[in-house]
């Protein structure tokens, strides 16, 4: 399941259009055992898959795994690949027979259901490594809103093991596919030329995600240079919020490929080390790309706050005008409102046309006055 989700507060309806909350889960395992496994995360009804991938450069078997035994890797040929993709990690009790299966580190299984886990790599003693970080999702693109799913691998001598939310839909069915129809290098290498393959996946979804950021950034620009008076502070924070949150759940993604191709480490064989030299560099573009992005949100919320500024000011130019040029007209209207018995113009037969005149000629003089200053 995603791990940003709308917030369901029923006095927050006016900003559910523009703005939605990142979902918190309450961490059940404080307070416990170091290594107790406690599914943090959304509530999910459905059970766990289990999927048994075994191939090599002449084989591939793709079956569902009904039990433990099915989830062994091949002792018998060492050749053999097994890759076993769970889908569903809310199901403790099999993630822990899992990891007693492969004999894996119980912290490390804590960090599997830990859905707010954030990104990390670990090289255990053991002879194998554990990568977890985050697969990210375009939930809506108007307003646009990304959705995290949490994404964990175990890569070891000829097995690979990998983790992700129970979701509608498999995130890794093109590396699959892949290797179903024996297309590209992954049937003749290793788990880690695996792991590589599904990474990239992983990133290829970032730029994906970007595409959708940009499209909405362009929209939001042109929306901005036109002045138009639709786009609220909201729309312009929101969109911030959601690249903040990307950049956050990416960067950490650099770190871990810049220590796997920089540690020599016996999961990762040399003649793949390019590809995940490759990848770095994607991942690097993906993170410039957003820096870029939140500059441009950054400049895009100083010019709309300009135009409402200058629109404010404008108006206020307005009325200053209006009431300058009736400012000497009502005390025109003021001394003759006085009530005194001996004013001499109050007994001239044209006096009120008079008065008229001089108030006219007065805003008249006014307006050519305001006009040679470049005031209006």
């Known amino acids: 399941m995603n791990s940003t989700e709308t917030n369901a507060n029923p006095e927050r309806d006016d900003l559910k259009p523009v703005l939605k909350k ?42 569902p ?68 970080l985050k697969m990210l999702h375009v939930e809506s693109e108007s307003p646009i809103c990304i959705t995290s799913e949490h994404v964990s691998f175990v890569v070891g001598k000829n097995y690979l093991l990998s983790f992700q939310e129970e979701l509608s839909s498999d995130i890794f069915a093109p590396v699959l596919n892949r290797l179903e ?10 788990p880690d030329y695996l792991l590589f393959a599904l990474l990239d996946i992983v990133v ?18 042109d929306q901005v240079i036109s002045g138009s008076e639709e ?15 990307a950049r956050r759940q ?12 920089r540690e020599d480490n016996i999961q990762i064989q040399k003649d793949v080390i390019p590809y995940y030299r490759d990848l770095y ?6 993170l410039d790309t957003i820096d870029s992005y939140r500059e441009l949100v950054a400049s895009l919320a100083d010019v709309h706050l300009s135009t409402i500024s200058n629109r404010m000011n404008s108006v206020m ?29 109050l007994k001239w037969h044209y006096g009120y046309f008079y008065v008229l005149g001089l108030m006219v000629v007065v805003t008249i003089g006014m307006i050519f006055y305001f006009k040679s200053k470049k005031w209006m």
């Open 317 to 345: 130019k307005t009325l200053t005008i209006f009431s300058a040029v009736f400012m000497p007209l009502t005390f025109i209207v003021g001394i003759y409102g006085m009530n005194f018995d001996y004013m001499p113009e």
């Open 204 to 221: 290829d979804n970032y730029f994906i995600v970007l595409e959708k950021l940009g499209d909405s950034l362009d929209m939001t620009e």
């Open 250 to 261: 990416i960067w950490p993604v650099r770190d871990m490929l810049n220590q796997l191709i």
């Open 65 to 132: 795994a009904h039990s433990l035994s099915d989830c062994a890797p091949a002792e018998n040929d060492q050749s053999i690949i097994t890759w076993l993709d769970v889908d569903g990690i809310h199901e403790t009790s099999t993630i822990e027979k899992l990891g007693n299966l492969y004999d894996l580190h119980p912290l490390l299984l804590e960090d599997v259901v830990n859905t707010e886990h954030k990104p990390k790599l670990e090289v255990y003693d053991d002879g194998y490594l554990f990568l977890t």
């Open 181 to 190: 129809a024996s297309v590209g290098k992954t049937r003749r290498n290793g």
């Open 231 to 245: 786009l609220s502070l909201k729309e312009l924070y929101a969109l911030k919020r959601e690249l903040t949150m």
């Open 22 to 63: 990142t979902k918190r889960y309450k961490r059940r395992n404080l307070l416990t055992s170091p290594g107790t496994l406690t599914y943090i995360g959304p509530d999910i009804q459905l059970k766990t898959k289990i999927r048994r991938i075994q191939y090599n450069d002449k084989i591939f078997r793709d079956e």
């Open 281 to 286: 560099d994607h991942v690097m573009q993906v």
